[in-house]
C-alpha cells in the first residue's frame, strides 16, 4: 500500500461548492503538507501542519481551509470552489529537521476542476 | 522569495545517450536540494536529496551535484532509457524560510527507443 494517499483521485465540480480533498499517511511524520500544481508554475505551498495543533498557511493560502484531525490525516478544504481553483493538488510528509535528512514524500494528487 | 528555474522545459534524447538536468536557484542560502521524477498521473517520487554541505549524491545512472555559490544544480541521467521518460523537478528549502520547499517547473523528458 501507499505510504501517502489522497482522495478522490479527480473530481469535477461546479463553481460555489464546497469541497474536501482528504490526505493520509502511515509513514509516521508529523509534516504534512498541501501543495496545488499549475502548468507553468510548478507546485506551490497552500498549506502546512508540523502537528495536530500547528497549522501555517504557505504561499497562497486564499481560498483555501485545513483541518488536521490526526497525525495521520490532513484535509484541504475549498470553501466555495471557483474555476482558478482548477489544479492538481499534491499532499506531503517530511521528517522533522534533526534527522538525517529533511525529505519529502508525496502522494499520488488529486485532479480538481471546477467549471 | 526564492525563485528557482529549470532549462530546458523540453528535451527529447535517443535511447543510450548520456544527459544533463539543469536547475538554477537565486538565493544560495539553503539547507538542501532535492530532485523528483513525476510521471503523468502520478505523484511525486524522490530521485536525491543533497544537503547544503554536500556536493554531490548518486543512485544508480543518476549523480546530482550542487554548488550553492552559484546557485545551481544538475542532474546527469547515464545511458537514457526509455522508461526514464518523465517531467524532473528540483526543490530547494532556503533557510529563511525553513519549513517551505520551493519548486521549478520541471524538465520534460522523452527517451526515444
Known amino acids: 500500500d501507499a505510504d501517502v494517499t489522497q482522495t478522490p483521485r479527480n473530481r469535477i465540480t461546479k463553481t460555489g461548492k464546497r469541497i474536501m480533498l482528504e490526505c493520509s499517511q502511515t509513514k509516521g511524520h508529523d509534516r504534512m503538507y498541501w501543495y496545488r500544481q499549475d502548468p507553468g508554475l510548478g507546485l506551490r505551498l497552500i498549506y502546512y501542519?508540523?502537528?495536530?495543533?500547528?497549522?501555517n498557511k504557505g504561499e497562497i493560502s486564499d481560498g483555501y481551509s485545513v483541518s488536521r484531525q490526526a497525525q495521520a490525516k490532513f484535509s484541504l478544504s475549498l470553501e466555495s470552489a471557483i474555476p482558478n481553483q482548477t489544479a492538481l493538488y499534491f499532499c506531503a510528509t517530511s521528517d522533522p529537521p534533526g534527522l538525517a535528512e529533511y525529505e519529502q514524500y508525496f502522494g499520488p494528487g488529486t485532479r480538481l476542476t471546477v467549471t | 522569495k526564492q525563485e528557482v528555474t529549470q532549462i530546458p522545459a523540453a528535451l527529447s534524447v535517443p535511447e543510450g545517450e548520456n544527459l544533463v538536468l539543469n536547475c538554477s536557484f537565486t538565493d544560495s542560502a539553503i539547507y538542501n536540494l532535492q530532485w523528483f521524477r513525476q510521471d503523468p498521473g502520478k505523484g511525486l517520487t524522490s530521485l536525491l536529496l543533497i544537503q547544503s554541505s554536500q556536493r554531490e549524491q548518486t543512485s544508480g545512472r543518476l549523480n546530482a551535484s550542487l554548488d550553492k555559490s552559484s546557485g545551481r544544480s544538475t542532474l546527469y541521467i547515464a545511458a537514457s532509457q526509455p522508461g526514464d521518460s518523465a517531467t524532473y523537478l528540483c526543490?530547494?528549502?532556503?533557510?529563511?524560510?525553513?519549513?517551505?520547499?520551493?519548486f521549478g517547473t520541471g524538465t520534460s523528458l522523452t527517451v526515444i527507443p
Open positions: 526543490a530547494v528549502r532556503p533557510m529563511n524560510t525553513g519549513n517551505q520547499f520551493y
Open positions: 501542519s508540523f502537528d495536530v495543533k500547528d497549522i
